[in-house]
């Protein structure tokens, strides 16, 4: 069996691993694990990562979790141009920066919106609007942190060249996006960097990695998103708890 990723396009980082795979022309089974119906539960998924969430690549018997770890694996294995994930090691060192920047400031944060304007109200729970509130100044703050110290003059995150952290970092802002919440208002900067992204990956894969969180507001008000299983519920009013 060739290469398989576990993913559901829904979730930001299984998009950032499947644009990644397909822009760089590298030849995988998609296995979708549909978050919604409850299929990171199943016993099935369960064998490939006792974790339960995706992303997952499995190359051969090898099985590997995290995006970021997924990433470099696909572009240490794979002929990808260098620019993804530079030789150079001050280059390289400045990507990781900003991954683990990104896991304490963007991931978590970013992805609230949905909770609270899809995800909770499909199995009943309204989030306040206070910890709302509270979620888009922390978005607002991050994206004043992001510019000030990644983003500058700079063409890309790290520097003139795109890499593994502008991949992450755009699916992240994909979520707010789909939700209609306009983050780039007043934000040239950021707004010319996500052309310049967008435009390297390309239109036809963008339209077709963002499809599925692009309609989820449409779906959501025609009531033809599928309502998560009750054994989903628990975690699912756990990660709302969490919301700060
Ligand atoms: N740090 C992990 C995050 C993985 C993650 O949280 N995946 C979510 C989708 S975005 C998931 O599978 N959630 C299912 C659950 O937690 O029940 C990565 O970057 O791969």
Redesign the pocket.
């Known amino acids: 069996m060739g290469l398989e990723l576990y993913l ?1 396009l ?5 998009r950032a691993v499947y644009i990644f795979a397909k822009k760089n022309g590298i030849p995988f089974q998609m296995r979708t ?1 549909d ?1 919604l119906k409850g299929q ?2 199943s016993e099935q998924f369960s064998q490939v990562n006792c974790l ?4 997952v690549l499995k190359d051969g018997s090898f099985v590997l ?4 770890a ?1 990433l470099i694996y696909l572009s240490s294995k794979y002929q990808v141009a260098d620019h993804w994930y530079p030789a150079d090691l001050q280059a390289r060192a400045q990507v990781h920066e900003y991954l683990g920047w990104h ?1 304490d400031n963007i ?1 978590g944060t970013f ?1 609230v919106l949905l909770w609270t304007k899809v995800l909770g109200p499909l199995i009943g729970v309204q989030v306040p609007e206070e910890k709302v509130e509270r979620n888009r100044n922390s978005m607002a703050l991050a994206l004043q942190r992001l510019e000030d110290k990644f983003l500058r003059d700079r063409a890309f995150l790290t520097g003139q060249q795109v890499t593994l952290a502008d991949l992450m970092f755009l699916e992240e802002l994909m979520q707010p996006v789909a939700l209609g919440y306009n983050l780039f208002e007043g934000r040239p900067q950021l707004t010319a960097w996500r052309e310049r992204v967008e435009a390297f990956l390309g239109a036809e894969l963008c339209q077709e990695a963002h499809s599925l969180i692009l309609s989820i507001l449409g779906r959501a008000a025609k009531k033809t998103l599928p309502v998560p299983p009750p054994e ?1 519920h628990a ?2 009013h756990l ?1 709302i708890a969490r919301i700060p």
């Open positions: 559901d829904l979730s930001q980082p299984s694990v978050i990171h539960l339960k969430k995706v992303p979790t995290e995006s970021t997924i896991a991931r992805g989903a975690s699912m990660r």
